[in-house]
């Protein structure tokens, strides 16, 4: 049975090309649920509405997360609210980008 820290492992694999860090540690992932086994739902942000990697991003995310053997279905709900703050990035990669 897939896990959650399955998931965010699979999406720590995800790089925002023009920053270089995986959305995990930039706080653009918001949740992760497995309503059924197999099923993952991944809600996550992006650093503006108007981001012009929107569909890039949001594509990695699901195909990392349907690298998981046992993925049956995933889909990634992008969502602006709350906004995203550089507050939302955990304090060890603050401190990697000098925030």
């Known amino acids: 049975m897939i896990t959650k820290e399955e998931v965010k492992s699979q999406l720590e694999k995800v790089l925002d090309p023009e920053i270089g860090i995986d959305i995990v540690s930039l706080g653009l992932i918001y949740d992760i649920t497995i309503p059924d086994p197999g099923h993952v739902k991944v809600t996550m942000t ?3 509405p ?3 990697m929107a569909s890039y991003l ?3 995310a699901q195909r ?3 690298e998981l053997e ?3 279905s995933v889909v ?3 969502v ?3 906004p995203w ?7 060890e990669t603050r401190d990697k980008l000098g925030l």
């Open 46 to 48: 992006l650093t503006i």
């Open 50 to 52: 108007g981001c012009p």
């Open 58 to 60: 949001t594509q990695e």
């Open 64 to 66: 990392s997360v349907e």
């Open 70 to 72: 046992e993925a049956k």
């Open 76 to 78: 990634v709900d992008l």
């Open 80 to 82: 602006f609210d709350p």
């Open 85 to 91: 703050t550089p507050d939302m990035i955990p304090q």
